[in-house]
């Protein structure tokens, strides 16, 4: 009788414990985007070495940003990690060593379905899309 309360002690102590150690690489504390400015570091795996292209989300559902050429704007909505980018309209200038790049990541805007944070600071942002490709942001 004794050894059974001490196994099912034992039991009990290891699940607790295995749902403490349990951690997501999400950090969802605090769920708000807005306000913040990002600066694109990575696109669908793929390293971004222009260094001027950003993303702005402000308190009022707007966002904004330079995208190598243009400038950018746009509406947003936000519920909980679920993230929408809607209405996206930019600048025309015509920048032909930027312009791949530029219409990819504003259509993967377009495409954003979820957000998070990878580090509890919030200093990297990463936006998934509809086809799970990653829009990776460090803080400016």
Not at 45 to 63: G, H
């Amino acid at each position: 009788n004794n050894l059974i309360m001490k196994i099912y002690h034992l039991f009990f102590l290891l699940i607790l414990s295995a749902c403490a150690i349990k951690k997501s690489h999400k950090f969802q504390d605090e769920i708000n985007v807005a306000p913040s400015l990002w600066l694109l570091v990575s696109l669908d795996n793929e390293e971004v070495n222009d260094t001027t292209i950003t993303l702005n989300f402000d308190e009022e559902n707007r966002i904004n940003g330079y995208s190598g050429c243009n400038n950018f704007f746009a509406s947003y909505s936000q519920n909980k990690d679920s993230l929408r980018i809607e209405k996206i309209g930019a600048t025309k200038k015509f920048c032909p060593h930027v312009s791949a790049l530029e219409t990819l990541y504003l259509s993967s805007l377009e495409r954003v379905v979820t957000f998070y944070y990878s580090d509890k600071n919030k200093m990297q942002l990463i936006l998934v899309t509809d086809k799970n490709e990653k829009i990776v942001f460090i803080r400016k």
